[in-house]
T-cell receptor, first 116, second 116 residues
Framework: GAVVSQHPSRVICKSGTSVKIECRSL??????MFWYRQFPKKSLMLMATSNEGSKATYEQGVEKDKFLINHASLTLSTLTVTSAHPEDSSFYIC????????????FGPGTRLTVT | AQKVTQAQTEISVVEKEDVTLDCVYETRDTTYYLFWYKQPPSGELVFLIRRNSFDEQNEISGRYSWNFQKSTSSFNFTITASQVVDSAVYFCALSALIQGAQKLVFGQGTRLTINP
């Protein structure tokens, strides 16, 4: 149980285009989902926290107009990188919490974005 | 401050050697959780263990063992009789209350290479 999927696993896009990454909890309902970014050989950096039905809370320094997050249902959150630039190339990982008050986060397999 | 420090950036050992990965944390929470994750080259985070702040018992799971010491704010991870498949980046993480929300704070990670 507690499986989180991400789609796509890899994406290459051209500068200026937008790309959407989906994060789904497959066998549980996730009231909260998190989006992380990981640069090569670096740690995970929390970008934003999204709660179902409300606006995402972004970490300091993360552009909310650049990284649009939508948590439309209890099993789906999406991250859209708008007007992508090469510096947006990174590994993006989502995670999901079963319900409020619980500490466990279940991680997706990650999406590798390359912007050319 | 809520912080996790993994001072060892890279460790390289020969197969069958024992290896210990260090983790030191800082938190002002009285209740918190500590985690270890493994990230193989595929990128997916693999959950290894969760420990709550009230449970200082050491834990052993096969070749893996963890030593939690509140007095030194450390949560070290030991692999006994290491194998090549143990090669990965290992992250220590702290679940902390930050700006009213429970978030995971990751250490910088330790890249472990087990040589045959």
């Amino acid at each position: 149980g507690a499986v989180v999927s991400q789609h796509p696993s890899r994406v290459i896009c051209k500068s200026g285009t937008s790309v959407k990454i989906e994060c789904r909890s497959l066998d549980f309902q996730a009231t909260t989902m998190f989006w992380y970014r990981q640069f090569p050989k670096k740690s995970l950096m929390l970008m934003a926290t999204s709660n179902e039905g409300s606006k995402a809370t972004y970490e300091q320094g993360v552009e909310k107009d650049k990284f649009l997050i939508n948590h439309a249902s209890l099993t789906l959150s999406t991250l859209t990188v708008t007007s992508a630039h090469p510096e947006d190339s990174s590994f993006y990982i989502c995670s999901a919490k079963v319900r409020r008050g619980r500490y466990e986060q279940y991680f997706g397999p990650g999406t590798r974005l390359t912007v050319t | 401050a809520q912080k996790v420090t993994q001072a060892q950036t890279e460790i390289s050992v020969v197969e069958k050697e024992d290896v210990t990965l260090d983790c030191v944390y800082e938190t002002r929470d009285t209740t918190y959780y500590l985690f270890w994750y493994k990230q193989p080259p595929s990128g997916e985070l693999v959950f290894l263990i969760r420990r709550n702040s009230f449970d200082e018992q050491n834990e052993i799971s096969g070749r893996y063992s963890w030593n939690f010491q509140k007095s030194t704010s450390s949560f070290n991870f030991t692999i006994t009789a290491s194998q090549v498949v143990d090669s990965a980046v290992y992250f220590c993480a702290l679940s902390a209350l930050i700006q009213g929300a429970q978030k995971l704070v990751f250490g910088q990670g330790t890249r472990l290479t087990i040589n045959p």
